[in-house]
Structure formats: C-alpha cells, structure tokens
C-alpha cells in the first residue's frame, strides 16, 4: 500500500441532538479496496458521505489524494471530479437519455467539447457492458442497468477514487450479480474504493480490507478473513450472524443508544 | 340513511341502494330538462337572435376582429407571460435561497401581488406610475405596461408553481450532480430546473390561460384604436351598432383559444400521470 488515498481524522457528524459518527480514523491506500457493513442506522453510509461532503462533517478532517475537503477554502467542485459516487437509487437524471447522463457532465463540468464526450461516454458504456443502450432513457432500463450506467456516468469524470452506497441495495436479486462484477472489474483494475455494501461475498472475495461500523464507531477494521470469518467482538459476530442467517434471527428490544436511521 | 348491503338487516324503505341511486338520477334528469323546455319556452327568441345573433354586425367585424383583436390579445398575453416567467423564475430561485433576506423579499412580493386584484395593478402602472415619476416612460408604451402589469401579478403565481416544481424533484438529483463537481447554481440550471418543467408545464399553461383572459383588463388602460384587444373591441363595437353581437363573437374568438389550450393541459395530465405509472 502506498500513500493514503482517502484519509479521515476523528470525524464526528450530528444531525441535531442525533450523533451518527462519533469519532473516525479510516486510511485507505491507494488501490485498495475497502467494504463498510454494519447493521442500519451505524453511520456506514455518513461515513460515505462524509468522504465527499455530501454530509458537512461535525468535527474532524476529511483528505481525499492529499486535498482536504473539510478545509473551508476547498473549491469543493473541483475536488468532488475526482471521487466518483454511486448511489443506491442510482439518480440518473431522467431527462436526458443514457449516453447524455455522460456526456453532459463531462461538457458542463469538464468542458470537454462534444466528439470528445461522446467518445468517453462510449467507452464507458462499453466498460458496464451498456452500449447498445446509448440512445434509451433510464426509464427504460432494469434497475441494474441504470446501476450500471450510473457507475459509467461517475467513470467518464476520470476520478481516482470511488465511492458505492449500498449499490446493489435497490436491485431485484437476480440483478445484483451484473452490478458487482462491474464493481469486480474496476476493483481489478486497481481503482481505489470505498464500497458500503450488506454483499458479504462481495466485501469476502473483492475487498482488501473490511470495516465493520456499529452505534458511529469503528469496531473492526481487517482482512476479510478476519473481520468476516474471524471476528473478534462480539457486536461483529451478532451482527454477521444476523445477516447471514437472517430466519434464525431473534427478536430484540431496540436499544435506546441505537443511532437513527442515517440512510435515506 | 346508511343503509347496509348485509341481507339479514331488516330494509327501512323497501328500495334496495340501486334503485335508490336510479330513482335519486332520475330526479336530477327530469329538473335539468324541464328547467330547459322552460327556458326555451319563455324566451323571446325573436329579441335574443337581435340583440346577439345578428350575422351583418358579426360579418362586420372581419378581418378586424381576427387581424387585430385578437393578436393584440395574444401578443398582450405572451409578452406578460414572458415577464412573468422570468421574474416568477428569479423570485422562485430567491425564496428558496439559502440568503434570509431574499426569501423575506420573495415571501412579501408573493404576498402582495397575490392578494391584489388584477384590475388595481392595471390601473396603478397606468394611472398612478405616471402620475407618480413624471417623465418616465414605460418602455414599449401601451404593450410595455400590460406586459408589466400582467408579468408583475403573473410572476406571484408564477413563482409559487416553480418552487413547487424544483421543490418536487428528487434530492438525489441535487446530490448526483454535485457529487459529479456541479456547482450549485450549474446543477439547478442543467439538471434541476429542466426536470422542473416538465413537472409544471400543465399548471403553466393554465397560468397562460389565465393570462389570456386578464389582458381584457387593457380596457382601463386607455389605448388607442390599434392597440385594443378582443374585449375592448367587441365593447366599443357593441357600443357603436346598439347591438351585443359584438360582444357575443369576441367571446367565441376567447373560448378559440382557451379551449385547445385546456385540451393540451389535460393531454399533458394524463401523459404525466402516465408516466408515473
């Protein structure tokens, strides 16, 4: 691993009274790939979208490629081109059709002229495996295409780093494979990642490192053989427990620390 | 009243609930036509086709009520509703600013032009600015004041309907254009504001609608001969022949125009309704 490629120091994040992320230290290398889990409402997708400022942090520092993003002065536009995002709900823009949900930001952001745009589109849309869905409207697509074209839109920006909330979240089941290979792919090819995902065969086959998050904390931070097929708390193995085994699952009380829902 | 459809309860009148409902229907048909035949019965029909239907005065009013009238009224009405969807756009983009005090400013001239009667604004850009700033003038003269006094009550409900339009498109969107380095205002420009539209076109075209009906009010402005609309026209005509033809052809010339546009508007309803489907 070399230098950090996202670094954050102590961050700290409340909406009101309601304290989501309560203390973070997280590096991560360059090329590496890192899966956040934890049980909803940890702070893992916060987290995420403290990395690019979605989410004003509290307290704490937030350095993306050496840049600090949590500096007031930041031309925060600027540094957001590189950190690409996915989200769960994929937000393609409905109104422009698959090939200019790339080209436009490409055109107004990095003011590249059209030829150009369009031939980085195109490629894009060849990465995800989408190019025979240049001209159709995202309405048109299944969920794990419009995922798909997401991952191109945030690709054709050229960034150095990307982030996943929940991308497989939103999908019928039989459309999560299609997403994660993707995912596989770009991981392969040595982007650096920061993937918040409930796919524990993803996180356990793709990820370098695996971060487990309860109640705002940090409570786990390893290999995938050893956060996932090893863990040490107690709170990790309830919670895999849990996810993996989701019948044998016992009713609860909902404990009055739990952290509210910080997904949206 | 309430009765139930369980066969046990006992029936209080004897008539199931659907020959009620026929019974009450019929009832409703039988005053609607007699109310009809009694119309038709007591008219003066010989008085009525005189006073409104009298086909020399209506031939009369050709080409001029078409080739002028009723292009005054058109052009009154689009270039109100141009100022009114451009200030409306600013004072949208204003009262949802994160700066307090153009929500404030946004907030009182909504309130103000909101609340005022149409006909008072007329009078007070005609009357009482000139009065008011002398030596100032209106640019565009009598098409620059209805443009202003139709695009200054137009913006109020204008702005209303666009913050409700921005207000409806998903914060994803906001999120997905930023999180790829638009900034604010690059972000509402290309991808809130279009999206926006599409949301609002149908309550706009009835903000159009609207509009077309209040450049009647030009009739208290005080316009020369060229510049009348369809109903000072039809007015001034009825007033010269004694004869209410006018008045009745340049209603028709209004319904023209609103009734296509009202088709439109519930085409574009049900093709949005469609579309959430």
Redesign the interface.
Known sequence: MSRPEIRVKDLHKSFGDNEVLRGIDLEIGQGEVVCVIGPSGSGKSTLLRCV?L?EEPTKGQVFVGGTELTDPDVDI??V??R???V?Q?F?????LSVTENLT??QR???RLDRATAARVAAENLERVGLAEKADAYP?SLSGGQQQRV?IA??LA?GPEVMLFDEPTSALDPELVGDVLAVMRMLADEGMTMMVVTHEMTFAREVADRVVFMDGGVIVEDGTPGQVIGNPRHERTRHFLSRLLDPAMAEVEEETSDRVGKAD? | MASTDAPVQPRKTGLTRRQKRRLSRGVQYAVFVAAVIAFAVTADWDRLQNQFAQADIARQMFPDVITLALKNTVLYTVSGFAVGLALGMVIALMRLSSVGPYRWLAGVYIEIFRGLPALLIFIFIGVAVPLAFPGTEIVGGTYGKVALALGLVAAAYMAETIRAGIQAVPKGQVEAARSLGFSPARAMVSIIIPQAFRIILPPLTNELVLLFKDSSLVLFLGVTLEERELSKYGRDLASTTANSTPILVAGLCYLLVTIPLGLVVRRMEAKAQEAVK
Do not use: C
């Open positions: 690019n979605l536009d600027a957001r081109r950190i690409g995002m989200f709900q937000n393609l823009f409905p109104h436009l930001p107004r952001v990095l309405a997401a839109r945030a920006m949206r």
